[in-house]
């Protein structure tokens, strides 16, 4: 894997906070590994993303598999508000779920259209959906995983 522009410290920080929230929502680990690496989730079998808690949140994680999808370089994801996964007509919605997963702290089986940065429309289906939160039980952001998705 290419080294990416992120310091070993946000790598392992970023890591924990998508496995711990994780466990505490879904109880189970995200990968049945005794503890995973960055490394690890970014080659993960499955599509998993996050981004933070700005006004217009811009991801701050995408797995190799998921640049794939959408088509994106990791410096092209990180500057890249999550409303822009979904097409158009789809952000309304969208942000009513999002704002849906903050308050109900996280949500299974979640199905949407999403769009590619070529244009490429697909649907996601059997998305969990949940809250990034720390030690403090502050909110970090929120993350996504699916393994279901098709070409529409």
Same mark, same amino acid.
């Given at each position: 894997?290419? $080294? ?27 990968? $049945? ?5 960055? %490394?690890?989730?970014? =080659? ?5 993303? $996050? ?13 190799? /598999? ?32 999002? %704002? $849906?997963? /903050?308050?109900? =702290? ?7 259209? /999403?769009?590619?940065?070529?244009? /490429?429309?697909?649907?996601?289906? %059997? ?9 403090? %039980? ?15």
């Amino acid at each position: 894997m290419k $080294s990416l522009p992120i310091s070993e410290n946000w790598k392992k920080t970023h890591t924990q906070l998508l496995c711990e929230s994780y466990f505490h929502f879904f109880h189970q680990p995200l990968l $049945s590994l005794p503890s995973p690496t960055f %490394n690890d989730l970014f =080659e993960a079998p499955f599509f998993l993303l $996050s981004h933070g808690i700005e006004l217009d949140p811009l991801l701050n994680f995408g797995n190799r /598999r998921a640049l794939e999808l959408w088509e994106l370089s990791w410096e092209e994801l990180t500057q890249m508000p999550s409303r822009l996964t979904a097409e158009p007509m789809e952000r309304e919605t969208r942000a009513q779920f999002m %704002n $849906s997963v /903050r308050t109900h =702290e996280f949500v299974e089986n979640y199905s949407g259209i /999403r769009i590619s940065k070529s244009g /490429r429309r697909f649907k996601i289906e %059997n998305a969990k959906v949940w809250n990034l939160i720390d030690s403090e %039980n502050q909110l970090r952001g929120q993350a996504a995983l699916f393994d279901q998705w098709s070409y529409l």
